[in-house]
């Protein structure tokens, strides 16, 4: 250590005074603008002290995230692991890049990393959080896309080998059909060849999902293309539906491949016909829309200014918030066993994104579902 020399003079008491108060003021500004979220909690899980961060990421005033445990914020399912966490910071050790989901006051979650470390001397924690929402997002999402991939290889080689099978057959009941003459027995194979027919369809389903086939655009006006539509289901809409139309004119010729729309709209509003077993109001709305909101996610994929969206909105029995995650996975359905293959919502989203639109879906139980189908206004061909 260096002597004091007879020129250094001691620092004043109010000097030392000022430094201490500078440094808390730094510390507390660092705290106050960080973006990360900060506490300092108990080691009983109340928290003592938190930044604005928190309430920035969640919504909770300082007053209701201090008011309660710090337990009560935790998603239900993280809760047992969050306890064990905390055990182990009882305990003196650290704890780095451990993650969780905590409860936003509009009822959504947020994933949230941590770094914490225990003040064993004022049974303490000193905590950092990091909002991971975005990157799990983001991580789910190239899971899925994943996995649909290695469905669609998997689905092209199923395909060819059921086709293979089934075409010898399709021409021996067809056969069978011509030459029979016992009444009885021809309509054992009529069973038979719709059941097949049944079969067929969903290889060729198979087919589209794992190799979608090129498109045959052309320009279409979407007066004319509801009115095809509504002659296509004018056979398979109950009584007991009620189908509304409302056109926001004007609106712009669209470049599509026809078929494939019709095709798309005709198994959405089957599925929101089959939602409504007792009966129900379908409501289809189309309108020119702009890209006015850009916060939007789904127009961050997309660069064009100039959308038609068509809305279909049922009150059927909705979709689950469990369920409406995975509702665009091949072969997943909310369906009973045996009355859906899973593969319409699949091919649907894949052929609007194969046009370079997009589709969403907002449901809730009880409440009905709304299908949002986005598709970009592009120059005539």
Known sequence: MKPQTSQEKPLHPNTLL????????????????????????????ILKQINPAWTHCLGWTEQELLSQPVINFVHPDDRELTLSARQTLTKGQDLKNFENRY???????????????????????????????????????LLRINRIESVGVLSAGIAHHLNNALTPISMTLDYLHAKERDQAHRKMISVSQESLHRGIQLIQRLVKFSKPQPLQSGQIHVPALLKGLMELLSENVPDSIQIEQQLHEPLPV?????????????????????????????????????????????????????FVLFEIKDNGVGISETDLPRIFEPFYTTKKHGLGTGLGLSTANTAIQNHGGFLTIASQIDAGSTVEIYLPVTPPL
């Not at 003021?25 to 300092?40: K, V």
């Not at 979650?109 to 064993?120: G, I, Q, T, V």
């Not at 409501?283 to 939007?296: D, G, N």
């Open 18 to 45: 000022q430094k201490e108060t500078d440094a808390r003021t730094q510390r507390d500004l660092l705290f106050e603008i960080s973006a990360d979220l900060l506490c300092i909690a108990g080691y009983d899980g």
């Open 103 to 141: 409860l936003c006051k509009d009822g959504s979650f947020r994933w949230l990393s941590w770094s914490s470390l225990p003040y064993p001397a004022s049974s303490s924690v000193f905590c950092i959080a990091r909002d991971i929402t975005q990157s799990k997002e983001v991580e789910q999402h």
């Open 254 to 306: 669209l470049v599509a491949d026809a078929n494939i729309l019709q095709q798309v709209f005709v198994d959405l509003i089957l599925n929101a016909i089959e939602a409504m077993p007792h009966g129900g109001k379908i409501h289809i709305s189309v309108s020119s829309v702009l890209r006015e909101h850009p916060e939007k996610s789904i127009f961050h994929q997309n660069s064009s200014e100039h």
